[in-house]
């Protein structure tokens, strides 16, 4: 009862959605044994997923005090996939990107139901060049104005 009230006073649900879940096994299919066991470790520690923009951004966070295993990778905005789908006639793409280490952000193309997800094309893993999108969303909600 409580984790359903505090679902409703702050936003998020304590899981991921079929779509979610399906975009993830595509992701961890394609990882070596190491970086499936602590991507899978994470994924189990995730204690809340919020959908802050549906569609374009989706945060988990993790477990007070919780010491969540990290992937070898560092940096804010460390982007460990791409993920490529088949979503009625087009292609969509999916970032999957970490924080220190720590799964924090799909971006991009999230799917919001099991129905939007066709088959899969390509997980690109370590794309160079990847720009997070957190940075337009943040102009979007300030219209344009710099904040100091």
């Known amino acids: 009862m409580l984790a359903k009230i505090s679902e409703v006073l702050f936003g998020g649900t304590r899981g991921f959605n079929q779509a979610e879940q399906r975009l993830l096994s595509f ?4 990882l070596s044994v190491q970086d499936h ?14 959908r802050q923009h549906p569609g374009k951004l ?3 966070y993790y477990r007070p005090g919780h010491d969540v295993p990290r992937l070898p990778y560092s940096g804010d905005e460390y ?4 993920i490529r789908y088949r979503s009625n006639v087009r292609v969509r ?21 099991l129905a939007e997800i ?4 390509s997980v690109a893993l370590h794309p160079g060049g990847f720009k997070s999108i957190t940075g337009q969303i943040d102009m979007e909600e300030h219209a344009g104005i710099e904040l100091r």
């Open 118 to 121: 066709g088959a899969l094309v």
């Open 58 to 60: 989706l945060a988990v």
């Open 93 to 113: 793409a999916t970032a999957l990107v970490l924080h220190d280490g720590r799964f924090s952000t799909l971006e991009r193309n999230v799917p919001k139901s």
């Open 27 to 30: 992701l961890l299919e394609a």
């Open 37 to 50: 066991a602590i991507l899978s470790a994470q994924l189990k520690s995730v204690r809340k997923v919020q």
């Open 79 to 82: 982007c460990l996939a791409i």
